[in-house]
């Protein structure tokens, strides 16, 4: 990191170092997000892995948060990975072509509007972009200075890329794709280290693969279930094909193109082809999705500091496409920092309907909760989605907070007696569940809302009812 340090121009440093405690900032004051409190809840029961995803973000949340669940410490390790993230591709720009492409990349990735931003909420993405870009820091490494071992720390956090998310398997048909396009590379597989690398691999996903034996493989399930072909449709194309860019930044999107046009006309730059390489595989499934379900827009993340490190490189000593170049950096770091400090505003921020206030009003519901709870005296709390289950864990880490619905989505023993203790049972104004399926003598109490203006997406029914059987599931 000294040595980053010391390679920046004052100017560079001031604003990476700047956009950095405004996440800090970010991190501490914006609420979490439904799937922030719904991984914070993984992190009280460590285990393998989760019905949804790979342990890795549980894993992160759990370590950090050992003393205290504030929101910063839920996020520091996420906002953390994007400095480890920053050094690694500052270094491998710097060993496989320049300081000055090194110093692009490093801006470039500031500029990158999923990642700059992204970083900042606990999610499995930064570990699964954190581990792909320490893959391909170790291929930059080995790619330069021809040491097999560098395949060993490539099999290591391929390996543990898996533990974060599945989209990094992707990474190992990347390597595939690598040796299919460039002939110098195909050499590695004469010798034993790729080999020895793929041994490495499966013993650093295997924590994650014996534990979905044990539950009947369920996290594949969930998430390979995805690959069930659909209707054909086109309506997804022009979502995906606009966002991903938008989502990159347009500017640096340009560059992207650019670097792929340079190696398809020469065809005899080892770095380019690496740079075009890794991301194939992962990009050919998802064109291929498209055409059957939407493609959410973090999805191809892990792919995007290779890209941006792509696009540093098209750009180096090029007077093509000056103004594009210009505008990259300005562009992708301003609209961070309005979205970053938007959410920094935290409570005192305008309140937003839908999806855009998802972080808002929680501790004002769940203090609407907790004094229903006591007025009626339920002994516990029931939810019918994860968004609330979690919410409301986070805020009221004190009462006990039971998921009735998707019950595979938890994998730890609920409290004994539930069957003998009234139920304050809270469901999102949104969802129709059959509550007579699970629960007698129930008795609407009204509604609470998160925001100050009603909606669908911010308001909850509260009921109380007896439970009738500790292993039933609402619908």
Not at 253 to 275: C, K, M, Y
Not at 309 to 338: H, Q, Y
Not at 422 to 440: E, H, M, N, Q, Y
Not at 442 to 468: A, C, E, N, Y
Request: hydrophobic share 50%; charged share 15%; net charge positive.
């Amino acid at each position: 990191m000294s040595n980053l340090i010391a390679r920046l121009k004052s100017p560079l440093a001031l604003i990476i170092g700047g956009l950095m405690v405004l996440r800090l900032i970010t991190a501490a004051r914006a609420g979490l997000v439904p799937d922030e409190s719904y991984y914070w809840l993984w992190a009280q029961h460590p285990a393998a892995g989760y019905y949804d995803h790979p342990p890795m973000v549980a894993w992160w949340i759990a370590a950090f948060t050992a003393i205290s669940d504030a929101a910063l410490l839920v996020r520091l390790p996420f906002v953390l990975s994007f400095a480890a993230l920053s050094w690694l591709m500052f270094d491998a720009a710097r060993v496989m072509f320049n300081d000055a492409v090194a110093r692009r990349t490093l801006l470039w990735l500031n500029a990158c509007l999923l990642l700059s931003v992204g970083s900042v909420i606990a999610t499995p993405d930064p570990p699964s972009v954190l581990m792909w870009a320490c893959g391909l820091w170790a291929l930059a490494r080995l790619q330069t200075s021809g040491r097999g071992i560098w395949w060993l720390a490539f099999g290591l956090f391929a390996g543990l890329g898996v533990e974060a998310k599945y989209t990094n398997l992707f990474l190992g048909l990347g390597v595939l794709a690598w040796f299919a396009l460039d002939k110098p590379a195909r050499r590695w597989l004469l010798t034993p280290w790729p080999w020895l690398g793929a041994v490495i691999a499966g013993a650093a996903m295997a924590p994650n693969l014996i534990w979905n034996a044990q539950h009947d493989w369920l996290t594949f399930a969930k998430q390979f279930g995805r690959i069930e072909a659909g209707h054909f449709t086109v309506k997804y194309l022009i979502e995906f094909l606009v966002s991903q860019p938008l989502l990159l930044n347009p500017f640096i999107a340009v560059f992207v193109g650019l670097g792929v046009a340079t190696w398809i006309r020469t065809r005899n730059d080892s770095r380019l082809a690496l740079l075009v390489a890794l991301p194939l595989p992962l990009l050919a499934y998802m064109l291929i999705h498209v055409f059957h379900d939407r493609i959410q827009g973090n999805w191809p993340a892990p792919i995007y500091p290779g890209l941006v490190l792509l696009a540093a490189a098209a750009a180096d000593g090029t007077e093509k496409l000056r103004k594009a170049r210009a505008w990259a950096a300005p562009f992708g770091i301003g609209i961070s920092v309005i979205v970053l400090a938007y959410l920094a505003l935290g409570p005192l921020g305008p309140q937003l309907p839908g999806a855009a206030g998802l972080s808002q009003g929680w501790d004002t519901v769940s203090n609407a909760v907790a004094a229903r709870q006591a007025e009626t005296g339920a002994g516990w709390i029931a939810t019918t989605d994860y968004n609330t289950q979690g919410e409301l864990s986070y805020h009221l880490p004190e009462h006990p907070v039971i998921g009735m619905a998707e019950r595979d989505r938890y994998q730890w023993p609920a409290p004994a007696n539930l069957t003998r203790r009234r139920a304050l049972i809270v469901t999102a104004a949104g969802d129709t569940p059959d509550l007579t399926r699970c629960f007698s003598d129930l008795k609407d109490l009204g509604t609470v809302s998160r925001l100050k203006k009603p909606g669908r997406k911010s308001d909850f029914q509260l009921h109380t009812g007896l439970l009738k059987s500790s292993e039933c599931e609402t619908d």
